[in-house]
Nanobody, 115 residues
């Protein structure tokens, strides 16, 4: 079955950087829109960044200029490079694949931004 496995989360100080990875199996990341979402405690899950199968990207306003989504087709992996992190970025980050038949989600990776 399709699997999306996120990694790269952790504890980072404000102003720091992290790179999240989403390794996909049984689905090609360059054939479907792939996204990163996040859910902070007590809040709804929200879109952070998305990359289409054509390679175009879009971002939430709150992360524009700080986060970059990319993919490595050979590794079948999607990345989220996060810089200038603030405590407001603290959340569980989920990878998402928008297959026409269904939406796939990973299990999430926790990012905590704190001094």
């Amino acid at each position: 079955q399709v699997q999306l496995v996120e990694s790269g989360g952790g504890l980072v100080q404000p102003g720091g950087s992290l790179r999240l990875s989403c390794a996909a199996s049984r689905i090609r990341v360059n054939l479907y829109p792939m996204g990163w979402y996040r859910q902070a405690p007590g809040k709804q899950r929200e879109l952070v960044a998305r990359i289409t199968n054509y390679g175009s990207t879009n971002y939430a306003e709150s992360v524009k200029g700080r986060f970059t989504i990319s993919r490595d087709n050979a590794k079948n992996t999607v990345f989220l490079q996060m810089t200038s992190l603030t405590p407001e970025d603290t959340a569980v980050y989920y990878c998402n694949a928008a297959h026409p038949a269904t939406i796939y989600w990973g299990q999430g990776t926790r990012v905590t931004v704190s001094s």
